[in-house]
């Protein structure tokens, strides 16, 4: 058979005011960029919880966007402060746990940054299949020979 | 109620679309009034449309604007009129006739869906004026993509049918039959109580400026041709190049004043008080968009900065190495091999040196467009010496036509936070005069009989959408379709050619009763501009408006992947899995209404607090005002004059009448506020006066608490009689002390207490006060010698012509440096002054008779009330406004308001001004007779929350509390704005943001990556 | 110790008080009250760990009104700190003695506080600044760490003790057991059983090591959540149970203060 080319699955998390903005911007410039992600609209970045990331690594996304208001521009304020500090942290922790950091991504995509969201999805997407298959989550049961 | 009184309208006319227009009609129409916004472009958002980032915070001048504009295209008492401009005006205040025109747009609005066919298909390209001409639009085109409305339309004076009599290509590819070539132009005549104009400014052009060769020098541009380029969404897609051969520049130079503080090349002799900020700005952002190698030069003649937090800017731009030269450039000499361009100019040592650049960024001053003198004129407004609409300090946003306002750039030339503030006045005086025609002309919402589907398994309905051929082309809707019928709980399926056209609401209701759908998911465009038109339409079929979710597969999908049709396919299936999946978790949210007090409590009696206080009482709010002092007034008791030269005290006297006759305003003077309980419409406070403590209950409150005058320990004051403060020299001239009087010379030290690492701002006032006390002091003896001693004079806007009189008069002005200030010495009783003059580079000694030191305006002590309200201060210990560029006088606290010098030291007619917008704001809350609280907001469960508040700092609105007794977090639903940030930090997920509850996360995950 | 002890008990100043007597030549966690006053005299230094504040917490909750007093090391301390700060125990209810760790304790935590700041007993040994441990996890490639971490995870058999004996965890209902989170009952439970929780521990744990000690699989999750400790200190400059304002993770802050970010 065969083999399939890879095709990574690449979540987004975007904020309404401004990172969904901005995609929606880059579909009203005609501006193309890969299919392979799928986005979730939250109404601050703030919303995203670690959780939420770690949820989706569980389902096996090879890559998890997370875009936000600029600092500054929240329309929530300070929401997005929450969200760098978050994401700053669960990457720390997915590297130590042996899962590459560039598999989660932040970055603040403006309402008038539409060429910059196709830019982040297409340089995104570019570095999930460099990287291949995210691990699983899975445990491998121990065999009683293994212990 | 008088007979005028009934013949009040309860509608207001905006002229103008841009910043200040958009902030008086959301104000206005907030607070119950129906607003015509007449505008003469194609599309509302003016200047701040075009700009980049906004400073002093580099926001994106489009995202904070957007939400503003999209509000106002939403409104149901806001009619946008475009391509409009005012013929004439009838009537008088309170009821107006006024004659609109406008012209054709060939595009009809109902039908557009802004799809982009027609300026695709369009053979015709012109210069896009939006980007000033760098790049080129269609002759069918929309002014910008996010321009509200978000309507094309046709240039008849490119277009080639109109040209030749065929074409009509746009004609035939326009999938919804919007263009029409028939479309005439056209004269409404409106019935309105009161017009605010806020036609803005233009920026100045300097073509006629020979000797900068802005004409011939392609890499000579405008500021303003700067904001595009360095914008995202500009011709250059954000990339800084210069304009001729698309080099990347390494060195830019920005000169200072153009067609500003200038009567000879043209006839603006004011500062137009926003330039010197914007060229930091630009500056930081060039360099940012070059990381590190660009050389930037400001050449400047004093550098301005104002306004809050302009000076903390103007310092982090030196360090980061922007450079700042003092001199005025006077010629531009090209190098034509390489299109670079070189200028003289002599250093701070009296050198003469010539320096070449790149580029070069004429920072053009703003001015009133002949369109707005033509308004002007048609009005019958008079203009003012720089032709902008005359105004007193006293009544800063009313013209000279009575039930006629001004607001924004063309009241004088402004930053966008005054502009905003004047616009929330002029929104004030109006509803102040229209007060008895409140709410009616205004459309209520109506009211829909809700069925309960609680209880009740999901019944979703799901509609597909071709958009004609921008999601059909791409998208297999079809297999769409089919797929759709397969996914659990869906019911009902259909495709639609339009899904927003009329005839598919009317079906879409239709199906809900038929098929008892409890939910629906409509996949086609973005829900930011869709979502409210489809939620209504359920509405009206009884549905819950929550029961409802789009998937984006138009602009997130057919648009983004047109060369991948089956991508787009299996990714518009996966889109439509996870809103089913969503809305299938979804409950109808209630919205509950909770009653407002509608009364307000200022803390304050100087100027703001009255001014605020009056502007509530008037509109018919009782207003309790709470002074700590035994007397009112504030600094203005100390005041002489406005810097125009109207006397304060006459003013002042008038204005403490009203506000203690006023019969709906409680005064308590000696008075401290020591506790405040409940939110916004709902918030009651304890003051105390004399030991008795007071509940007063409200709705919204002003902090208007003003500031004091830094005491210096410097330059030997307190230690002579004839040192003295700014006010205590206005006293004195009052008082024609003797010591002013007979005095042969005075001397004035300037930014005392300001601008130094202490005080890292300016308290701009100062410069202005001096310079009209200089004045008088000239007035008073001819030959008396005056000299001033400053740093940068800083007489923004208007005020240049006082300082160009002083000048005139034969006031001295010595420039020093803050490294080598002055120095004051009493010697036998004898004032000695030493200062390094920079311009003649030597000291001079001078022995005055009176010195008078300019000190700094300092916060006062306000930490209590800060906690009290829960309101932020700023590190100088001023009031942290919501936003510093659009919620000037707003907390992000609702229902608490800021003005005066509590917010920044003014001048009084800013804080006029500002007064009048706090109390526009707050009317917006007091107008309404509930606030609406739940809604997609956030909630706690109480059973599975233990308390530990770490969603409590994380909250921007102060909207969770603890509650000591049950050991829980709870969340106002009237607080509440839905951001979610507590959810993500409660460690057990006991909170839920209806609407967006982790569950309906979750499953969109699984369902986001089951494809 | 018995002493002071005493003191506060007799005088009223405690209704009870936590530390640990001795029976049958071993160590055991009790709550002295006046009744079993006379049992203190069993009281002996012991390096034996117990999940002390856990008792604590249980008998504050029984009784909001009392005041104890506790025996504390340096960790415990510090856990109690954060059970202050997060509202779990009233800090004027609560009155601290403090017993520093024996150097072979400390060198065993790779400890970098081994001792109370309320100290009422022994000498501070010398306090570990880094830990050998997560060092060694640093320096290998990740997917060695991947695979060495599976290697340990697969082990887990979903007990909870870690979160059981944890002095910080005092949530109502814990994330662990959520439905949506995590899946199903298969067991050992997938890696984001372990991230979860260790999310969970970012700006809280107190580095106690009793997690570690009571697993019954041997998972080495002190490292983990040293490293979590680290991770914190490095972005948001916060050291739980140390310094005096609530984790950076649980209000806004100011921008100044935030890791530096995307642009």
Same mark, same amino acid.
């Given at each position: 058979m065969e083999e399939k080319k890879f095709e990574p699955r690449i979540l987004a998390f975007l904020c309404n005011w401004c990172s969904y903005a901005g995609a929606d911007l880059a579909g009203v410039s005609r501006l193309q960029y890969p299919s392979n992600i799928r986005v979730i609209r939250v109404t601050c970045s703030g919303t995203v919880s670690p959780h939420h990331i770690l949820h989706a690594f569980q389902k096996r996304a090879d890559g998890v966007l997370v875009a936000g208001c600029h600092i500054g521009d929240c329309h929530y304020i300070k929401g997005n402060y929450m969200t760098l500090k978050r994401l700053k942290f669960v990457e720390g922790l997915l590297d130590f746990a042996g899962y590459d950091p560039k598999r989660l991504r932040l970055e603040w995509i403006s309402a008038a940054e539409g060429i910059k969201f196709a830019g982040v999805v297409r340089e995104f997407t570019e570095t999930i299949r460099h990287l291949g298959p995210a691990p699983p989550f899975d445990a491998i049961p121990l065999l009683a020979g293994n212990m | 109620m008088s007979n005028s009184s009934q013949n009040l309208v309860g509608s207001v006319m905006v002229v103008g679309g841009g910043i200040a227009g958009v902030q008086a009609a959301l104000d206005l129409a907030?607070?119950?009034?129906?607003?015509?916004?007449?505008?003469?472009?194609?599309?509302?958002?003016?200047?701040?449309?075009?700009?980049?980032?906004?400073?002093?915070?580099?926001?994106?001048?489009?995202?904070?604007?957007?939400?503003?504009?999209?509000?106002?295209?939403?409104?149901?008492?806001?009619?946008? %009129?475009?391509?409009?401009?005012?013929?004439?005006?009838?009537?008088?205040?309170?009821?107006?006739?006024?004659?609109?025109?406008?012209?054709?747009?060939?595009?009809?609005?109902?039908?557009?869906?802004?799809?982009?066919?027609?300026?695709?298909?369009?053979?015709?390209?012109?210069?896009?004026?939006?980007?000033?001409?760098?790049?080129?639009?269609?002759?069918?085109?929309?002014?910008?993509?996010?321009?509200?409305?978000?309507?094309?339309?046709?240039?008849?004076?490119?277009?080639?049918?109109?040209?030749?009599?065929?074409?009509?290509?746009?004609?035939?590819?326009?999938?919804?039959?919007?263009?029409?070539?028939?479309?005439?132009?056209?004269?409404?005549?409106?019935?309105?109580?009161?017009?605010?104009?806020?036609?803005?400014?233009?920026?100045?052009?300097?073509?006629?400026?020979?000797?900068?060769?802005?004409?011939?020098?392609?890499?000579?541009?405008?500021?303003?041709?700067?904001?595009?380029?360095?914008?995202?969404?500009?011709?250059?897609?954000?990339?800084?190049?210069?304009?001729?051969?698309?080099?990347?520049?390494?060195?830019?130079?920005?000169?200072?004043?153009?067609?500003?503080?200038?009567?000879?090349?043209?006839?603006?002799?004011?500062?137009?008080?926003?330039?010197?900020?914007?060229?930091?700005?630009?500056?930081?952002?060039?360099?940012?968009?070059?990381?590190?190698?660009?050389?930037?030069? %400001?050449?400047?003649?004093?550098?301005?900065?104002?306004?809050?937090?302009?000076?903390?800017?103007?310092?982090? +731009?030196?360090?980061?190495?922007?450079?700042? %030269?003092?001199?005025?450039? $006077?010629?531009?000499?090209?190098?034509?091999?390489?299109?670079?361009?070189?200028?003289?100019?002599?250093?701070?040592?009296?050198?003469?040196?010539?320096?070449?650049?790149?580029?070069?960024?004429?920072?053009?001053?703003?001015?009133?467009?002949?369109?707005?003198?033509?308004?002007?004129?048609?009005?019958?407004?008079?203009?003012?010496?720089?032709?902008?609409?005359?105004?007193?300090?006293?009544?800063?946003?009313?013209?000279?036509?009575?039930?006629?306002?001004?607001?924004?750039?063309?009241?004088?030339?402004?930053?966008?936070?005054? $502009?905003?503030?004047?616009?929330?006045? +002029?929104?004030?005086?109006?509803?102040?005069?229209?007060?008895?025609?409140?709410?009616?002309?205004?459309?209520?919402?109506?009211?829909?009989?809700?069925?309960?589907?609680?209880?009740?398994?999901?019944?979703?309905?799901?509609?597909?959408?071709?958009?004609?051929?921008?999601?059909?082309?791409?998208?297999?809707?079809?297999?769409?379709?089919?797929?759709?019928?397969?996914?659990?709980?869906?019911?009902?399926?259909?495709?639609?050619?339009?899904?927003?056209?009329?005839?598919?609401?009317?079906?879409?209701?239709?199906?809900?009763?038929?098929?008892?759908?409890?939910?629906?998911?409509?996949?086609?465009?973005?829900?930011?501009?869709?979502?409210?038109?489809?939620?209504?339409?359920?509405?009206?079929?009884?549905?819950?408006?929550?029961?409802?979710?789009?998937?984006?597969?138009?602009?997130?999908?057919?648009?983004?992947?047109?060369?991948?049709?089956?991508? +787009?396919?299996?990714?518009?299936?996966?889109?439509?899995?996870?809103?089913?999946?969503?809305?299938?978790?979804?409950?109808?949210?209630?919205?509950?209404?909770?009653?407002?007090?509608?009364?307000?409590?200022?803390?304050?009696?100087?100027?703001?607090?009255?001014?605020?206080?009056?502007?509530?009482?008037?509109?018919?709010?009782?207003?309790?005002?709470?002074?700590?002092?035994?007397?009112?007034?504030?600094?203005?008791?100390?005041?002489?004059?406005?810097?125009?030269?109207?006397?304060?005290?006459?003013?002042?006297?008038?204005?403490?009448?009203?506000?203690?006759?006023?019969?709906?305003?409680?005064?308590?003077?000696? $008075?401290?506020?020591?506790?405040?309980?409940?939110?916004?419409?709902n918030f009651s406070t304890t003051v105390e006066a004399d030991g008795i403590e007071e509940q007063i209950p409200h709705g919204v409150a002003i902090i208007a608490a003003g500031a004091h005058f830094h005491k210096p320990t410097e330059y030997c004051y307190g230690e002579n009689d004839r040192i003295y403060l700014s006010l205590e020299l206005d006293e004195a001239i009052r008082e024609r002390c003797d010591a002013v009087v007979q005095a042969n010379s005075a001397v004035f030290i300037q930014c005392v207490g300001s601008r130094e690492p202490e005080r890292p701002y300016c308290s701009r006032v100062c410069c202005t006060h001096s310079i009209k006390n200089a004045l008088r002091l000239k007035e008073i003896n001819p030959q008396m010698d005056v000299a001033i001693l400053y740093r940068d004079i800083r007489t923004y806007g208007l005020r240049e012509g006082l300082y160009r009189k002083a000048r005139r008069k034969g006031v001295m002005f010595i420039r020093f440096n803050v490294d080598r200030k002055p120095q004051v010495e009493i010697v036998a009783n004898e004032l000695r002054i030493t200062v390094f003059d920079l311009t003649l580079q030597r000291s001079i000694l001078l022995k005055p008779g009176i010195l008078t030191l300019a000190s700094a305006i300092t916060a006062s002590k306000t930490e209590s009330l800060a906690k009290l309200f829960k309101v932020p201060l700023n590190p100088e210990g001023f009031f942290l406004e919501a936003h510093m560029k659009l919620r000037p006088v707003d907390f992000a606290t609702d229902g608490v308001y800021v003005a005066g010098l509590a917010h920044w030291p003014k001048p009084t007619e800013e804080c006029i001004a500002q007064a009048k917008a706090a109390a526009a704001r707050a009317a917006r809350v007091l107008a309404k007779d509930f606030i609406a609280a739940g809604g997609a907001v956030a909630v706690v469960d109480k059973k599975i929350c233990c308390g530990c508040q770490s969603c409590l700092g994380c909250c921007p609105f102060e909207a969770v509390s603890y509650l000591e007794q049950e050991a829980r977090c709870e969340i106002n639903q009237a607080v509440c704005k839905g951001c979610g940030t507590c959810g993500a930090a409660c460690p057990s997920e006991a909170i839920t943001l209806l609407g967006l509850s982790n569950q309906q996360i979750y499953k969109q995950i699984d369902e986001g990556l089951s494809g | 110790m018995n002493t002071k002890i005493r003191i506060l008990l007799q005088g009223g100043r405690v209704d009870g008080f936590f530390a640990y007597k001795t029976t049958s030549g071993f160590p055991f966690p009790t709550l002295f009250t006046l009744e079993n006053i006379q049992e203190l005299e069993t009281w002996r230094p012991t390096p034996a760990r117990y999940p002390i504040l856990k008792l604590l917490l249980a008998q504050a909750r029984k009784n909001p009104h009392a005041a104890y007093g506790i025996l504390v090391r340096g960790c415990e301390e510090r856990g109690l700190r954060e059970l202050f700060k997060y509202q779990q125990l009233e800090q004027d209810k609560v009155i601290i003695l403090g017993q520093a760790c024996t150097e072979g304790l400390a060198k065993y935590c790779e400890c970098w506080k081994p001792y109370p700041d309320a100290l009422d007993y022994g000498k501070p040994a010398p306090a570990m600044a880094k830990s050998r441990k997560v060092e060694e996890l640093e320096e290998q490639h990740r997917e060695a760490r991947l695979d060495w971490w599976l290697s340990h995870f697969n082990r887990c058999i979903r007990c909870y003790g870690c979160r059981d004996v944890c002095p910080v965890c005092f949530c109502t209902e814990c994330s662990l057991e959520h439905a949506e989170l995590m899946l199903g009952e298969i067991l050992p439970p997938d890696t984001s059983f372990h991230l979860v929780r260790a999310v969970h521990m970012g700006g809280r744990c107190i580095d106690c090591g009793l997690c570690e000690e009571v697993c019954p699989a041997r998972i080495p999750l002190r490292s983990l959540y040293k490293k979590i400790n680290r991770l914190i200190e490095e972005i948001l400059g916060y050291n739980p149970g140390i310094s005096k304002e609530k984790s950076p993770l649980s209000f806004l802050g100011e921008e100044m203060s935030l890791p530096s970010g995307p642009r």
């Amino acid at each position: 058979m065969e083999e399939k080319k890879f095709e990574p699955r690449i979540l987004a998390f975007l904020c309404n005011w401004c990172s969904y903005a901005g995609a929606d911007l880059a579909g009203v410039s005609r501006l193309q960029y890969p299919s392979n992600i799928r986005v979730i609209r939250v109404t601050c970045s703030g919303t995203v919880s670690p959780h939420h990331i770690l949820h989706a690594f569980q389902k096996r996304a090879d890559g998890v966007l997370v875009a936000g208001c600029h600092i500054g521009d929240c329309h929530y304020i300070k929401g997005n402060y929450m969200t760098l500090k978050r994401l700053k942290f669960v990457e720390g922790l997915l590297d130590f746990a042996g899962y590459d950091p560039k598999r989660l991504r932040l970055e603040w995509i403006s309402a008038a940054e539409g060429i910059k969201f196709a830019g982040v999805v297409r340089e995104f997407t570019e570095t999930i299949r460099h990287l291949g298959p995210a691990p699983p989550f899975d445990a491998i049961p121990l065999l009683a020979g293994n212990m | 109620m008088s007979n005028s009184s009934q013949n009040l309208v309860g509608s207001v006319m905006v002229v103008g679309g841009g910043i200040a227009g958009v902030q008086a009609a959301l104000d206005l129409a907030d607070t119950g009034f129906y607003v015509y916004i007449i505008e003469s472009s194609e599309a509302i958002g003016g200047v701040m449309s075009a700009l980049d980032k906004t400073f002093p915070t580099n926001d994106c001048s489009m995202c904070i604007l957007s939400p503003k504009l999209v509000e106002c295209g939403r409104h149901p008492n806001i009619e946008i %009129i475009t391509l409009a401009e005012v013929q004439s005006v009838a009537g008088k205040a309170g009821n107006f006739q006024v004659k609109v025109f406008q012209r054709a747009r060939f595009i009809d609005m109902d039908k557009c869906i802004a799809c982009g066919a027609c300026a695709e298909k369009c053979p015709r390209k012109v210069a896009n004026q939006y980007n000033l001409g760098l790049n080129k639009r269609k002759a069918a085109y929309v002014k910008y993509p996010q321009a509200v409305p978000l309507k094309y339309a046709i240039d008849k004076d490119h277009c080639i049918y109109f040209e030749k009599g065929k074409c009509r290509a746009c004609e035939k590819f326009c999938p919804t039959n919007a263009v029409n070539f028939e479309d005439t132009d056209r004269e409404i005549t409106l019935n309105v109580g009161s017009i605010i104009l806020a036609p803005g400014l233009q920026p100045f052009d300097p073509t006629s400026f020979d000797s900068y060769g802005y004409a011939r020098h392609p890499n000579v541009i405008t500021a303003m041709e700067l904001e595009r380029i360095l914008s995202p969404s500009g011709p250059t897609r954000g990339k800084l190049i210069r304009p001729s051969d698309g080099g990347e520049p390494e060195r830019i130079a920005w000169l200072q004043c153009v067609g500003s503080r200038d009567i000879n090349h043209c006839d603006n002799g004011y500062c137009s008080a926003v330039c010197c900020t914007y060229a930091i700005k630009e500056a930081v952002v060039a360099k940012e968009h070059i990381k590190g190698s660009l050389d930037t030069a %400001i050449f400047y003649i004093d550098m301005r900065t104002h306004g809050k937090d302009f000076e903390k800017y103007y310092n982090r +731009a030196k360090q980061s190495g922007v450079r700042f %030269i003092k001199a005025r450039i $006077s010629i531009v000499f090209p190098v034509y091999e390489t299109g670079n361009l070189f200028i003289r100019y002599t250093d701070g040592a009296g050198r003469r040196v010539e320096e070449e650049f790149d580029m070069i960024v004429l920072s053009v001053g703003l001015e009133t467009s002949p369109a707005a003198l033509r308004l002007a004129e048609r009005l019958g407004i008079e203009l003012d010496d720089g032709r902008f609409a005359l105004t007193s300090p006293f009544r800063p946003v009313t013209t000279t036509r009575p039930g006629i306002f001004v607001c924004g750039a063309f009241q004088g030339p402004k930053d966008i936070p005054q $502009s905003v503030m004047e616009a929330s006045a +002029a929104a004030a005086e109006t509803a102040t005069l229209l007060a008895p025609a409140r709410a009616s002309l205004v459309r209520e919402a109506v009211e829909f009989e809700e069925v309960d589907v609680a209880g009740e398994e999901p019944r979703i309905g799901v509609f597909v959408c071709h958009c004609g051929v921008n999601i059909g082309s791409v998208v297999n809707v079809p297999a769409v379709k089919e797929y759709a019928k397969t996914l659990h709980y869906v019911e009902y399926v259909e495709e639609n050619l339009f899904s927003c056209s009329q005839d598919t609401q009317d079906t879409m209701k239709e199906v809900i009763a038929k098929h008892k759908l409890n939910r629906i998911v409509v996949a086609s465009c973005s829900p930011r501009t869709h979502e409210p038109l489809f939620q209504q339409t359920i509405r009206e079929a009884g549905l819950n408006k929550y029961l409802f979710e789009m998937a984006n597969i138009r602009d997130q999908n057919s648009w983004v992947h047109q060369a991948e049709p089956d991508a +787009a396919t299996g990714k518009a299936k996966d889109l439509v899995r996870m809103a089913v999946a969503k809305v299938g978790l979804q409950q109808p949210l209630e919205e509950t209404k909770l009653p407002v007090t509608k009364s307000g409590l200022v803390i304050g009696g100087g100027v703001a607090g009255m001014e605020a206080a009056l502007t509530l009482a008037d509109q018919g709010y009782p207003v309790t005002v709470v002074e700590k002092e035994d007397v009112l007034g504030g600094h203005a008791r100390k005041l002489l004059t406005a810097w125009t030269g109207e006397p304060i005290a006459s003013f002042l006297e008038e204005l403490i009448q009203r506000v203690q006759a006023h019969p709906i305003i409680t005064m308590r003077l000696n $008075s401290e506020v020591k506790e405040v309980k409940g939110f916004v419409g709902n918030f009651s406070t304890t003051v105390e006066a004399d030991g008795i403590e007071e509940q007063i209950p409200h709705g919204v409150a002003i902090i208007a608490a003003g500031a004091h005058f830094h005491k210096p320990t410097e330059y030997c004051y307190g230690e002579n009689d004839r040192i003295y403060l700014s006010l205590e020299l206005d006293e004195a001239i009052r008082e024609r002390c003797d010591a002013v009087v007979q005095a042969n010379s005075a001397v004035f030290i300037q930014c005392v207490g300001s601008r130094e690492p202490e005080r890292p701002y300016c308290s701009r006032v100062c410069c202005t006060h001096s310079i009209k006390n200089a004045l008088r002091l000239k007035e008073i003896n001819p030959q008396m010698d005056v000299a001033i001693l400053y740093r940068d004079i800083r007489t923004y806007g208007l005020r240049e012509g006082l300082y160009r009189k002083a000048r005139r008069k034969g006031v001295m002005f010595i420039r020093f440096n803050v490294d080598r200030k002055p120095q004051v010495e009493i010697v036998a009783n004898e004032l000695r002054i030493t200062v390094f003059d920079l311009t003649l580079q030597r000291s001079i000694l001078l022995k005055p008779g009176i010195l008078t030191l300019a000190s700094a305006i300092t916060a006062s002590k306000t930490e209590s009330l800060a906690k009290l309200f829960k309101v932020p201060l700023n590190p100088e210990g001023f009031f942290l406004e919501a936003h510093m560029k659009l919620r000037p006088v707003d907390f992000a606290t609702d229902g608490v308001y800021v003005a005066g010098l509590a917010h920044w030291p003014k001048p009084t007619e800013e804080c006029i001004a500002q007064a009048k917008a706090a109390a526009a704001r707050a009317a917006r809350v007091l107008a309404k007779d509930f606030i609406a609280a739940g809604g997609a907001v956030a909630v706690v469960d109480k059973k599975i929350c233990c308390g530990c508040q770490s969603c409590l700092g994380c909250c921007p609105f102060e909207a969770v509390s603890y509650l000591e007794q049950e050991a829980r977090c709870e969340i106002n639903q009237a607080v509440c704005k839905g951001c979610g940030t507590c959810g993500a930090a409660c460690p057990s997920e006991a909170i839920t943001l209806l609407g967006l509850s982790n569950q309906q996360i979750y499953k969109q995950i699984d369902e986001g990556l089951s494809g | 110790m018995n002493t002071k002890i005493r003191i506060l008990l007799q005088g009223g100043r405690v209704d009870g008080f936590f530390a640990y007597k001795t029976t049958s030549g071993f160590p055991f966690p009790t709550l002295f009250t006046l009744e079993n006053i006379q049992e203190l005299e069993t009281w002996r230094p012991t390096p034996a760990r117990y999940p002390i504040l856990k008792l604590l917490l249980a008998q504050a909750r029984k009784n909001p009104h009392a005041a104890y007093g506790i025996l504390v090391r340096g960790c415990e301390e510090r856990g109690l700190r954060e059970l202050f700060k997060y509202q779990q125990l009233e800090q004027d209810k609560v009155i601290i003695l403090g017993q520093a760790c024996t150097e072979g304790l400390a060198k065993y935590c790779e400890c970098w506080k081994p001792y109370p700041d309320a100290l009422d007993y022994g000498k501070p040994a010398p306090a570990m600044a880094k830990s050998r441990k997560v060092e060694e996890l640093e320096e290998q490639h990740r997917e060695a760490r991947l695979d060495w971490w599976l290697s340990h995870f697969n082990r887990c058999i979903r007990c909870y003790g870690c979160r059981d004996v944890c002095p910080v965890c005092f949530c109502t209902e814990c994330s662990l057991e959520h439905a949506e989170l995590m899946l199903g009952e298969i067991l050992p439970p997938d890696t984001s059983f372990h991230l979860v929780r260790a999310v969970h521990m970012g700006g809280r744990c107190i580095d106690c090591g009793l997690c570690e000690e009571v697993c019954p699989a041997r998972i080495p999750l002190r490292s983990l959540y040293k490293k979590i400790n680290r991770l914190i200190e490095e972005i948001l400059g916060y050291n739980p149970g140390i310094s005096k304002e609530k984790s950076p993770l649980s209000f806004l802050g100011e921008e100044m203060s935030l890791p530096s970010g995307p642009r």
